[in-house]
């Protein structure tokens, strides 16, 4: 008799990830940290896929941070060019593969170039099964400074009531409007810390953290964290 595959628990439909160790995976290697960031553009194509087959409807990733900028320059460049080489690739794939995207942060401190093929990527329109959500120069203070500023100008001119101002109105002017709350947050690389990421959408995320580092980050690492995330008894302020 045929022994039958076990059954894959359902994924939750939006999965973060904080795509950390590129620097320690290179450094382990000898190589240098860019050599890191590349094979970390490498495990991240291999896991949106793999969320796609999954039938994960959001995937957020954190590919640059507001803190970030405090990296050498070369650093700095080498991994902006690893994102225009990926987002010129993704453009001619998105049909393909199925996905789009979307981009969280404040894009406008990046290259002409770069904020360009965002806007590319964010513009086309087409069937897709997942939605990538990029955060590029992103800090979860600035999402929300950025939020109360744009509510406090609404208020002054008097657009809104002060009273007017809840948990709703405030989630439409983050970047992540129309966005579910990650129901799942892995951070690899052993850090146990959210380093600015997802302040406000986390607020009820579970989060799995693992000693991988990210270039390493197989679908077998995924499914343990589904796994995990299905062993956690979420009860929200409940019982
Ligand atoms: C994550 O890997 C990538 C970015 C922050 C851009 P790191 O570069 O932080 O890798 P480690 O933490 O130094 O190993
Ligand atoms: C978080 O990782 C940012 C990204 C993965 C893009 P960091 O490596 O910047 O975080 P810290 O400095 O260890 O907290
Ligand atoms: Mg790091």
């Known amino acids: ?3 039958t595959e076990p059954q894959k628990l359902a994924p939750p439909q939006h999965i973060a990830i904080i795509m ?9 290697r ?14 991240f194509r291999k896991i949106a896929n793999y969320c796609r087959s999954l039938g994960v409807k959001y995937l957020t990733v954190y590919a640059f941070s507001t803190e970030n900028w405090k990296r050498s320059a070369d650093e700095v460049a080498g991994i902006m060019k ?3 080489r990926y987002l010129e690739e993704a453009l001619q794939d998105m049909e393909k593969n199925r996905v789009c995207f979307r981009f ?6 990046l290259s002409p170039e770069l904020q360009e093929l965002c806007a590319q990527a964010e513009s086309a329109s087409m069937d897709y ?5 990029f955060c590029l120069n992103y800090g979860g203070r600035d999402e929300i400074v ?15 009531s002060a009273d ?9 002017y983050l970047y992540s409007a129309g966005v579910p709350d990650p129901e799942l947050v892995i951070r690899p690389s052993g850090e146990l810390r959210i380093s600015n990421f997802l302040l406000w959408q986390s607020a009820y995320s579970e989060f799995v953290f693992m000693n991988v580092l990210w270039p390493d980050f197989s679908p077998q690492d995924l499914d343990a964290a589904i796994e995990e995330y299905h062993r956690r008894n979420r009860r929200f302020g409940g019982t």
């Open 129 to 133: 099964d997942v939605q990538v959500n």
């Open 82 to 84: 690893l994102l225009r």
């Open 146 to 160: 950025r939020a109360a500023r744009a509510l406090a100008a609404e208020v002054a001119e008097g657009k809104r």
């Open 30 to 43: 000898g190589l240098p940290r860019t050599a890191g960031h590349a094979a970390g553009a490498e495990a």
């Open 104 to 109: 969280f942060g404040d894009l406008t401190r």
């Open 164 to 172: 007017e101002i809840t948990e709703d109105a405030f989630s439409d």
């Open 20 to 28: 950390d160790g590129n620097g320690r995976w290179a450094k382990q």
């Open 1 to 3: 008799m045929a022994l």
